[in-house]
């Protein structure tokens, strides 16, 4: 069996202050540059709230209030139509209410 002996790692900097290059440093810092890059491409992205998408729909006749998904209630005028999320409407299309168009 080989004795094996523990290596020395020298650190990254010298105490004269000069930088060694490792094997790999060029890719290394490369990609360290590009996720700097996208963090901040992606920053404006993530502190915006999603749009609401609001959607008219027409409820079965009889009907004259909701409770949506979401926990809202709704009223529902002479005319059968309401507006709502696009997410509460989803759930009421299998009850027979019809999406009329966006609002």
Sequence with gaps: MASMTPRSI????????????F??????????REAEKLKH???PERRK????????VKAPPGI????????RHISVG????VEMSEGDAFY????GWTILGDA
């Design 78 to 81: 002479p005319d059968g139509i």
């Design 23 to 32: 094997p790999g440093q060029g890719i290394f810092e490369f990609y360290q």
């Design 41 to 43: 491409q992606r920053e």
């Design 92 to 95: 009421l299309i299998p009850a």
């Design 64 to 71: 004259g209030a909701v409770q949506t998904f979401s926990g």
């Design 10 to 21: 020298p650190p990254p900097s010298s105490s004269t202050g000069s930088k060694k290059p």
């Design 49 to 56: 709230p999603p749009r609401p998408v609001n959607v008219r």
